[in-house]
């Protein structure tokens, strides 16, 4: 019983990962029709440019973190500025292949300035773990947590209410239109792309404090879209609900399942919810369902 | 496609003909003739680049098929390939069986399996069914490592090929196998479009709900897309298996797929000679790029710490294909397409 | 965009400049006649394993350096080393030691287990001989031309044990160890030795489900709770981690986080028990650790410790203090000692060929007629003996005390244990 408490708890925290990864994806799903294949590196170049602020620059954090959220919002402005936007009307085949492309030359990049590929933050977040009843959970993974939620709240905010927000959802639905009533459409792209970078940076930097900083993040980012198409294309609400599921069917799964099958079943448990989704029900729990035309 | 000028079509056989002047043939033969002598003047070395080569185009023209003419996103490419790879692995070594059954069977797996992962294509299209893939490759190599009968996380090791007494052992006999194959792949390819099934793909591809309207069956064409495109990818994994005489589930990673997708891409997508190009500039470029810049970066730059040169050749792929997406989307076939034009209509061309 | 044809034309210019540049070096190089020796080493210096990866090779290389400037070369011929990154990379591999036998290379060298896996079918088929210090049972059982520097995973396992049952184990009965292992030959060399040996030594192993199959992980996992909740719910006397530092780090600090460090006790194989591990991890999390390693540590007074301090000194200071250093350092020694024995048995003009009848005479003329070869003492003495490709059997265990690798245990002889006559290995 004890286990069953640590694998959900385990699996929510796991799974809070996720969503704050998803929402960047969601963020420039529901802005811009474009899916961000490359997020998992974006978090993963946002990770070592934090560790090379803390550690080889040796600033202290409230100088460091500031220049992190620049640097995201600079590498988004670059990514959209130089790479999306000449490709604006192209067919979808194109915007994912020019994704997936910044994702390699980002990965180069990081192996060239940062050759040693596996490193740890300095620790920032405390050692001792909360206990709740017979399992315990870290402090990082608590912060994680409240991280989200908080980043999920503003995005939902902003969307609603902000002017900016309201626009990215009328760009989303009828690019022409916005363009006939004076909206700079590629300005929305811009601050859809750089808030993106500024969510993948703060869950870099959470997620590094966690595991350190390896190529797993990458994988991590990966495991990210089962939360997206779980929960649903361009839905924030839905990135929020199906990260814990996910993580939860990980940990649960992994736990129970792992003795009677192989070791290891916890790494395909995501990719294998992406199968039976797509067969199921498409555009995810809250996802918009696509009606075509001729 | 456009013709020299003088050439006129007087029956069915002629218009439909790829190959239409007596030039065109010379040429034709010529290349093929030069193709064939490679071996009495290239190194070992080169000959297994070109071999490489030959392995790649042989699943690129599958997923070119797949992508190019049918329409359906796939990047996950080098799942396929391993299933084709590990199958002819597993008939040669555990079961004993001869190359060409390996061969076959790598195929007709490959493809079964690419008709399984691709079922969704029928309810989804466009990024949802790229995510489904991606999947597929992640679960795919997932289920190798795992599997016993795979060798698991150790690999597998693969013998020689050989069709009777004839063992191919070294670089240029296998280098006469690959490309007898890869020729008939690409003669296939180009078939293709020509034929009934190849009219119904360019039209799934260009609006797959009127081409349902107008009576093509999206669940049989679809399919068919796939197990085409998964059986080239087989076979091209069996050739590769017993190429390299070593199988880990590291070798058909995520990466791979994605340098299968810009190879089609740069090549020009859609077109038979699209993917020729691609593979042959991709690989030529991995190979100037391991071989040659990045020992030689990391020798005259030695005050920077080590290793930092292998991030150059995923920032060079990176940014070409990038690159090429922006400036010339339609890939290297059509430029090859305008120098043709240019050289037929000089000096006239502009 | 108005000006993309120049655009385009830059950008073609620009490549075909960097393309054609190495072409012209290595045309230069290759022309060169001078009488050199070739090896051809492989480390993973970017990548999953970077963290062992760097420093191997930055000892490789300077320990060559040594060689040829300070001795002179091997008996008056220069070591050219062909020094590739293997990315840790199971693909890349492949290639590179086919590139290093057109190269004319005369032998080549790993840094790991799994990257002489992914290479060793293609060297075995050409005969082309392959020396690696962080082996595994499987690369050489059955025993064709790869040979192992040092003791290999198994053998850590069987030492570590000896150690427990001999030294930390107080209780009754038979003690409880679970394997937390990482999925490729690293930790399946563990589970082979405990799954032939626990039984003759007097241990249980936890297994997970079925007999043979150990907990895993990937290199790259961040978070291994799960696995280890469930190890905690059998009641472990003793955990060992079969792994490499990033991974091992992560595990510790779980392990430290559910409770359970330091309540049991955790050792460590020899791919994982380096100052990386204290860095990732952090001091406090991986006090009292044990850990096999097959050399001496930092500081120790053996006769070549002093040049080797000196070069790590001189030239790459931030690897102070990592034993994988010596590990690399060690090998290049070796690799200049099997050169030596090829070029007074069989000479140098077979050398310079550069093919497989070359890599024959390295191989039995060379590598097989290894006696004794002490290595600067910075290891257990080098010798072949027919039947077993692992050229050194000693092996010790050390101890994490307040955040630096000590507390040595006395030198112990792996003996050869015949994997191939169970049936259940290498399947």
Known sequence: MAELLQFIITGISVGMVYALIALGFALIWKSSSVANLALGQIVLVSSWFTYSMLVQAKLPVYIAFPLVILFALFLGWVIERFALRPLIAQPILSLITVTLGIGYFIEGVITFIWPWSVDALPRLFPKEVVHIGPAVISQEYLWVIGICLIVFILLTLFFRYHRMGIAMR??????????????????????????????????????SSIGGITNGLVETGLKAFSVVILGGLDSFVGAIIAGPIIGLCESLGGGYLTQFLWSGVRDIIPFIIIIIVMVIKPYGLFGEKRIERI | MSLPCGIRNYNYAEDMAIIRTKTHWALLIAFLIIIFTMPLYFSN????????????????????????????????????????????????????????????????????????????????????????????????????????????????????????????RSESSQFYLIITIAALCVFFAKNLTRTKVGRAFIAIRDNDLAAEVMGISLLYYKLLAFFIGCFFAGIAGALLAHWIGFLNAEQFSFTESILYIGMIIIGGLGTTIGPIFGVVFIRILQQVLTVNLVPFLENTFTMLPAGFATGVTPMLFGLVIVLFLILEPRGIAHRWGLFKSAYRLWPFSY | ???????????????????????????????????????????????????????????????????????????????????????????????????????????????????????????????????????????????????????????????????????????????????????????????????????????????????????????????????????????????????????????????????????????????????????????????????????????????GMAKMTEYLQKKHPKDADNMDYITAWAQSLVVAEILKNAIKNAGYDVLAKGNVDSWRAVETKGIQKLKGYDVGGLQGAVSYTPGDNRLTKFNRIYQIVNGKISNPSAWTEASLVKYEEFDWFGK
């Open chain 1, 170 to 207: 009328a760009t989303a639905d009828d690019q022409m239109a916005v363009q006939a009533c004076g909206i700079p459409v590629t300005r929305v792209f811009s601050t859809s792309w750089m808030f993106a970078c500024v969510v993948a940076a703060i869950g870099g930097i959470l997620i």
């Open chain 2, 45 to 168: 070395y080169w000959l297994g680049v070109f071999n490489l080569i030959g392995i790649t185009l042989i699943a690129a023209i599958g997923l070119n098929i797949l992508v190019g003419y049918c329409g359906q996103l796939s990047i996950g490419h080098a799942g396929f390939i391993a299933v084709g790879a590990y199958t002819a692995a597993i008939l040669t070594n555990r079961l004993e069986m001869p190359f060409l059954v390996g061969l076959i069977g790598a195929g007709l797996v490959s493809g079964f399996i690419g008709i399984i992962f691709g079922l969704p294509s029928v309810r989804v299209k466009g990024f949802y069914l790229a995510i489904t893939t991606i999947a597929a490759q992640f679960i795919i190599v997932w289920v190798i490592n795992h599997w016993s009968l795979t060798g698991g996380f150790n690999g597998i090791k693969v013998p020689y090929a050989s069709i009777g007494d004839l063992v191919f």
């Open chain 3, 1 to 303: 965009m108005k000006n993309k044809k120049l655009v385009i034309m830059v950008i073609i210019c620009l490549a075909l400049i960097v393309a054609v540049l190495p072409l012209f070096s290595a045309c230069g190089t290759k022309a060169q006649p001078g009488q050199v020796l070739k090896v051809g080493i492989i480390t993973p210096t970017t990548g999953a394993a970077a963290e062992k990866g760097a420093p191997m090779g930055d000892a490789n290389l300077d320990a060559i350096e040594y060689i040829n400037t300070e001795l002179g070369g091997v008996d008056g011929y220069k070591i050219e080393a062909v020094w590739r990154d293997s990315n840790y990379d199971a693909a890349k591999v492949a290639t590179i030691v086919k590139n290093l036998m057109d190269e004319g290379c005369l032998l080549f060298t790993t840094s790991s287990s799994k990257e002489m896996q992914a290479a060793m079918e293609i060297a075995n088929r050409a005969e082309f001989p392959g020396l690696v210090c962080f082996n595994a049972p499987s690369l050489h059982r059955p025993p064709q031309h790869v040979y192992g520097q040092t003791p290999d995973y198994g053998d850590d396992w069987i030492a570590f044990t000896n150690l427990y049952l001999k030294n930390i184990w107080k209780g009754s009965g038979k003690p409880k160890m679970a394997l937390l292992l990482l999925s490729n030959p690293t930790g399946y060399g563990a589970r082979d030795a405990a799954r032939a040996y626990a039984d003759k030594l007097g241990i249980e192993i936890l297994w997970d489900g079925q007999v043979g199959k150990a907990f895993e992980h990937a290199a790259t996992t961040t978070s291994e709770t799960e696995a280890l909740t469930r190890i905690k719910a059998m009641n472990p006397d003793v955990l060992y981690i079969s792994s490499t530092p990033a991974p091992t780090a992560v595990i510790i600090k779980n392990a430290s986080e559910l409770g359970m460090y330091p309540k049991i006790t955790i050792g460590c194989g020899h791919a994982s028990f380096t100052k990386k591990l204290i860095d990732i991890a952090g001091v406090d999390i991986v006090d009292g650790v044990y850990g096999a390693f097959p050399t001496v540590m930092w500081g120790e007074n053996v006769p």
